[in-house]
């Protein structure tokens, strides 16, 4: 089973920044939070990924809390190309094999012109 | 360019029928993983490889069958046992294992729709 809670759906005005949160309260010290979305029949795309700071790259922002409970992932201006499902999984990574992703049903964010 | 491909990326059968999708990679990627998804579902596991010449079964693989004899190919079978096949089948492939900072991210195929009649 996924160990993530997201909720199942979200808007966003188009050029608001969207939020999405996911809850991971029983993360483990050396699992990542790892983000991925799906446009509608394509395969996922990986976004970003953390460990416990809070890290940026060119697509999105990833807000770690504190005690890894819980992230939110931070589109910063959402465009209509960024309507997708947004998967939050958590993984064990880093000298431990290629453990597959599990995922959840994630949240569906559709970005309203 | 590197990327996965597979293929078919539509494909009707009747009942009773085996089917084998391809999922071919140029990435050098040692492991690879086959998804399905239904309609408003998430991903599910089916089977995955770590290596040539092993894979492991995931949390579906009953009513599948797959074989990893090259690193670049993981050909995933639909076999007549599998009772609900039509479904949208998803290819991904990770780098070597991770070893420091290297998290192993998957790269997915386009996927490949099956119906089956």
């Known amino acids: 089973d996924a160990k993530t809670t997201q909720p199942t759906s979200m808007d966003c005005a188009e050029g608001r920044a969207a939020n999405l949160p996911c809850n991971h309260s029983t993360i483990s010290g050396n699992e990542y939070v790892y983000w991925y979305r799906q446009i509608h029949s394509q395969g996922p795309q990986y976004i970003i990924h953390?460990?416990?700071n809070n890290e940026t790259n060119e697509m999105a922002s990833l807000i770690i809390t504190e005690d890894r409970k819980s992230s939110t992932l931070i589109l910063p201006h959402a465009t209509l190309r960024d309507t997708a499902v947004y998967y939050c999984i958590v993984r064990v990574a880093a000298n431990s094999g290629n453990t597959p992703l599990v995922f959840g049903k994630g949240t569906r964010l559709s970005v309203i012109a | 360019d590197g990327g996965i491909t597979q293929s078919p990326k539509y494909l009707f059968r009747k009942e009773g029928q085996n089917v084998t999708l391809s999922c071919e990679q140029n990435?050098?990627?040692?492991?690879m993983y086959w998804y399905r998804q239904d309609p408003g579902q998430g991903l599910r596991l089916i089977y995955y490889s770590q290596i040539v010449n092993d894979f492991q079964k995931g949390d579906i693989a009953e009513g599948y069958s797959v074989s990893r004899e090259k690193k670049e190919s993981f050909p995933l079978t639909v076999t007549s046992a599998q009772k609900n096949p039509t479904a949208f089948y998803l290819c991904?492939?990770?780098?070597?294992?991770?070893?420091?900072?290297?998290?192993?991210?998957?790269?997915f195929g386009e996927g490949s729709r099956l119906t089956v009649l």
């Open positions: 953390g460990l416990k």
């Open positions: 991904a492939s990770s780098p070597e294992l991770p070893r420091g900072d290297n998290t192993g991210e998957l790269f």
């Open positions: 990435l050098n990627h040692d492991a």
